[in-house]
């Protein structure tokens, strides 16, 4: 699979937003799906989201659906996460992983290294 770096992340209030990226080299990029996840120190690590190859069919966490959007851009090799009205809860080391479909995104450990979402209360 291809291997995936993650940027974006940052320090923001409560009700703020963010957009995170996840960018990899190489044209097998636009073949894989990606998801976005997250990690909190002692948790395990959480799902977010994930977007198919093509963009069409997305798949979101219940505590995120209303909040974030993923999204993707095959020509720039990128997939987003829009993070709106942002929670102190949602403070956590974000990760963006592949997998070869949707159907197993949730048991990929092929994740890049991380960026880190602060949200102030």
């Known amino acids: 699979q291809v291997q995936l770096v993650e940027s974006g992340g940052g320090l923001v209030q409560t009700g703020g937003s963010l957009r995170l990226s996840c960018s990899a080299s190489?044209?097998?990029?636009?073949?894989?799906?990606i998801g976005w996840f997250r990690q909190i120190p002692g948790k395990e690590r959480e799902f977010i989201a994930a977007i198919s190859s093509s963009g069409f069919s997305t798949d979101y966490a219940d505590s995120v659906k209303r909040r974030f959007t993923i999204s993707r851009d095959n020509a720039k090799n990128t997939v987003y996460l829009q993070m709106n009205n942002l929670k102190p809860e949602d403070t956590a080391v974000y990760y963006c992983?592949?997998?070869?479909?949707?159907?197993?995104?949730?048991?990929?450990?092929?994740w890049g290294q991380g960026t880190q979402v602060t949200v102030s209360s």
């Open positions: 190489g044209r097998a990029f636009t073949t894989y799906p």
């Open positions: 992983g592949s997998s070869i479909t949707m159907a197993t995104m949730r048991s990929t450990r092929n």
